[in-house]
């Protein structure tokens, strides 16, 4: 389902619709992940309930409450047209399948069978190029975010978006409150991305039980594909161009 940012493209025939864009993002992660990867976790902050880092192996879960560590991996052709493009696992085993019927859309359940439990929805939304998520768990709650605002205090870009000129000005640390149905704060989730940190691209934040681990994978994976967006369609300032 495409659809488009609010901001100003490169030439048409060199930037492809946003919603079209993100699918790819996640179609070469899932290419060229191996099936049995290994699993380097780093250190967590304190005060953190939720959190996970990108790596060339794929997307690591270093901490969620009643879990051991995690990796998201692709599922595999072997899964078939209707089966999930994800698979959780920890220790080899799968702890959650997620589906990406459309861009934009995640939906996750208890394992790669179509029929297992739901266990919720993650939809991603962009005001003027800056991603926001809502989260609808199987419970029947509903939360959300706002955008991802820059806490750094870095003079470039008030929010994680696509409004930047070079990749350097991706860099930094954004925050977005989670917000309950009536609107009350309950959690946060955050991004930092820097190449002088553990890893390049950590996530992590302290999130609500219902959207913590899949969901909040499903979540971290939307926001690490729009960050691939992000960073393709930026002017890189090691390459001149």
Same mark, same amino acid.
Not at 8 to 15: D, K, M, N, S, W
């Given at each position: ?6 901001t ?8 492809a ?21 290994r ?6 902050? /304190? #005060?953190?309930?939720?959190? !996970?880092?990108?790596?060339?192996? $794929?997307? %690591?879960?270093? &901490? ?63 005001? /003027? #190029?800056?991603i926001?998520? !809502?989260?609808?768990?199987?419970d $029947?709650? %509903?939360?959300? &975010? ?6 750094d205090?870095?003079?470039v ?19 977005a ?8 704060p ?17 996530y ?11 969901? !909040? ?25």
């Open positions: 389902m495409p659809r488009t940012r609010n100003t493209p490169p030439a048409p025939h060199v930037l619709p946003v919603g079209v864009r993100t699918g790819l993002a996640l179609f070469a992660l899932a290419i060229t992940t191996g099936c049995a990867p699993m380097h976790t780093i250190p967590v902050e /304190r #005060g953190v309930d939720f959190a !996970a880092h990108a790596d060339h192996n $794929g997307l %690591v879960i270093d &901490t969620m409450p009643g879990a051991s560590p995690a990796i998201l991996v692709p599922a595999g052709w072997s899964s078939g047209p209707h089966g999930p493009r994800f698979l959780l696992k920890a220790h080899d085993q799968t702890i959650a399948a997620l589906w990406f019927p459309r861009a934009g859309k995640m939906v996750v359940r208890q394992s790669a069978d179509p029929t297992s439990a739901l266990i919720g929805e993650v939809d991603a939304t962009w005001n /003027r #190029g800056a926001q998520l !809502a989260f609808k768990p199987a $029947g709650s %509903v939360y959300q &975010t706002a955008e991802f605002d820059r806490i205090g870095r003079v870009t008030a929010a994680l978006s696509s409004n930047v000129q070079t990749n350097l000005d991706v860099r930094g640390v954004y925050r409150d989670v917000h309950n149905a009536s609107g009350a309950v959690g946060w989730l955050r991004v930092q991305i820097s190449p002088y940190q553990a890893a390049s691209r950590i992590d934040g302290d999130v609500p039980p219902p959207l913590n681990g899949p969901l !909040a994978t499903a979540a971290v994976a939307m926001i690490d594909a729009d960050v691939d967006y992000i960073e393709d369609h930026a002017s890189n300032v090691y390459l001149g161009n």
